[in-house]
């Protein structure tokens, strides 16, 4: 069956990096769309970056935009979220999600949201505090 499954979160300093993983089981990862979507108590999950490669698209929420780069390995079946210059405002849940309907964004409707993906991991947790 499908599965995702995240990992690499922790504690970092204000201006550190860490690098989250999605491993990914039960689909050929190159034709399905990977979201990440973060959750920080008290407020909406948002969409943080994707990457729909048999659509040539990726997405990344203008607050991460030259700080986070998302990438995948089809030959390891997981797909990586670096992230870099973490600020204190992006602690969260970070949650990997996996959909069949192959791409990130469109023109009309903007970025896909959380309700659009059909798998979800359990989610990582990220502290970023001095």
């Known amino acids: 069956q499908v599965q995702v499954v995240e990992s690499g979160g922790g504690l970092v300093q204000p201006g550190g990096s860490l690098r989250l993983s999605c491993a990914t089981s039960g689909f050929t990862l190159y034709f399905y769309t990977i979201g990440w979507f973060r959750q920080a108590p008290g407020k909406e999950r948002e969409g943080v970056a994707c990457?729909?490669?048999?659509?040539?698209?990726?997405y990344y929420a203008d607050s991460v935009k030259g700080r986070f780069t998302i990438s995948e390995d089809n030959a390891k079946n997981t797909v990586y979220l670096q992230m870099n210059l973490l600020k204190p405002e992006d602690t969260a849940v970070y949650y990997c999600?996996?959909?069949?309907?192959?791409?990130?964004?469109?023109?009309?409707?903007?970025?896909?949201?959380?309700?659009?993906?059909?798998?979800w991991g359990q989610g990582t947790q990220v502290t970023v505090s001095s």
């Open positions: 999600a996996a959909d069949p309907v192959a791409y990130c964004l469109t023109a009309g409707s903007g970025p896909r949201t959380a309700q659009e993906f059909e798998y």
């Open positions: 990457i729909s490669l048999s659509a040539g698209s990726t």
